[in-house]
């Protein structure tokens, strides 16, 4: 019989949608544990994942948004694949994207979009997030109960970066339907992670900031 920790998150359906007795399985492994049949590593250690995050010269983000389970578009090979990745960057999913981005490349375009979070301008927003932060307790409240990941977290992050993004207010609920539409993170079912659909979150969202660009032009 399959242990917990050795199905795959990328594609059991049921783990994706309940991951957290998954995740304590895969933690009391260890720091660093290779899923069974697959070729790629699960870090769960805090320190281990900072040198991962940290060492840019050994690990790339190219894979920020298509996952780590995702093939690669290419036949790796020799030990450092720096240029084979920018080669191929075009048939990664996101590759143009900021969190796919890799070192002063990521710095550069990061730096534009610092001003939107420093200090002063979350300062600014503090009225909007506690407005939003009462609003959601006082929904939970009268519930009785939540999935804090679902029906809070998400929701509430959402918002927040839509209003310091410049999201207009009514274009937020569309952004909010189109992420609870979308499928669980990580998942590789072929039907669910068709990126080209209409109405897939990626596709929904990067049209309208398009619009929002064009506008402000």
Known sequence: ??????????TDYEILKDPYSYFEAIR???????IPGR????VTGFEEILQVLQN???????IGVQGAAAPLPFK???????AQVEAHRPKFLGGDLLVNYDGQHHTLVRSLLA?????????ANEQFINEVADQFVRDVVARGQCELIKEVSTPFVTLVVAD??????????????AIEAAPPPGSLQSEENDYSGADHPLVVMGGYFAQYVQDRR
Request: aromatic fraction near 12%; charged fraction near 30%.
């Open 1 to 10: 019989m399959q242990t917990l920790e050795d199905r795959d998150y990328f």
């Open 28 to 34: 009391a492994k260890g720091p660093v544990y290779p």
């Open 39 to 42: 070729d790629y590593l699960v």
């Open 56 to 62: 840019v010269e050994d690990f790339s983000a190219i």
């Open 76 to 82: 790796p090979e020799g030990s450092d694949i720096s």
């Open 115 to 123: 001003p939107l979070f420093t200090p002063s301008r979350l300062k």
């Open 164 to 177: 310091l993004l410049g999201v207009p207010p009514d274009d937020r609920q569309l952004f909010m339907d």
